[in-house]
Antibody, heavy 115, light 110 residues
Framework: EVQLVESGGGLVQPGGSLRLSCAAS????????MHWVRQPTGKGLEWVSG???????YYAGSVKGRFTISRENAKNSLYLQMNSLRAGDTAVYYC?????????WGQGTLVTVSS | QSVLTQPPSASGTPGQRVTISCSGS????????VYWYQQFPGTAPKVLIY???QRPSGVPDRFSGSKSGTSASLAISGLRSEDEADYYC???????????FGGGTKLTVL
């Protein structure tokens, strides 16, 4: 069974940093693009960042220069390093496999940026 | 303000056919594939339609997708109470070099 499990969310002060992780299982992780998508409570979805199977990276304009996506194929893991966090970054962060769309998604991890 | 434009809400009665529109531009829908996602409260989204009009296995054929020019549509026929959810369209945007979503449409089954 294909499964994605996020971790690392929590409460952080504005200007702080947080690193999210996504553990993948049930498929050949190294062969797929992977993505982070976020959703503020009660609001819509926003694509944050993606990384190709070859390691090429892509970012939404709202996080470029502050967030860094990476992957460790040997550990079947995806990461999102988030720096200079702002209140507007508060959201549930989902990791998703890039396969005929974003499929599947993890259960999400909540990031709250507040003093 | 989302790059892709969806109506915030839609509704229908059981058995009816409902369509949800998604409007974009030449840099996204006009030249790229469109995807549709279904999300129930408190759960992660699930892909409903991929590559404009393809259904993943397990998705009922009551759901169908179409695309024309810079717009796309999701149609749900034989509406059922369990279809009540939020629906999002998405596509790659060449100008932004990133994926973009519509603002989402909340479907209510009356």
């Amino acid at each position: 069974e294909v499964q994605l499990v996020e971790s690392g969310g929590g409460l952080v002060q504005p200007g702080g940093s947080l690193r999210l992780s996504c553990a993948a299982s049930g498929f050949t992780f190294s062969s797929y693009d992977m993505h982070w998508v976020r959703q503020p409570t009660g609001k819509g979805l926003e694509w944050v960042s993606g990384i190709g199977s070859a390691g090429d990276t892509y970012y939404a304009g709202s996080v470029k220069g502050r967030f860094t996506i990476s992957r460790e194929n040997a550990k079947n893991s995806l990461y999102l390093q988030m720096n200079s966090l702002r209140a507007g970054d508060t959201a549930v962060y989902y990791c998703a496999r890039g396969s005929e769309g974003f499929d599947p998604w993890g259960q999400g991890t909540l990031v709250t940026v507040s003093s | 303000q989302s790059v892709l434009t969806q109506p915030p809400s839609a509704s229908g009665t059981p058995g009816q056919r409902v369509t949800i529109s998604c409007s974009g531009s030449s840099s996204n829908i006009g030249s790229k594939n469109v995807y549709w996602y279904q999300q129930f409260p408190g759960t992660a989204p699930k892909v409903l339609i991929y590559r404009n009009d393809q259904r993943p296995s397990g998705v009922p054929d009551r759901f169908s997708g179409s695309k024309s020019g810079t717009s796309a549509s999701l149609a749900i026929s034989g509406l059922r109470s369990e279809d009540e959810a939020d629906y999002y369209c998405a596509a790659w945007d060449d100008s932004l070099s990133g994926h973009v979503f519509g603002g989402g449409t909340k479907l209510t089954v009356l």
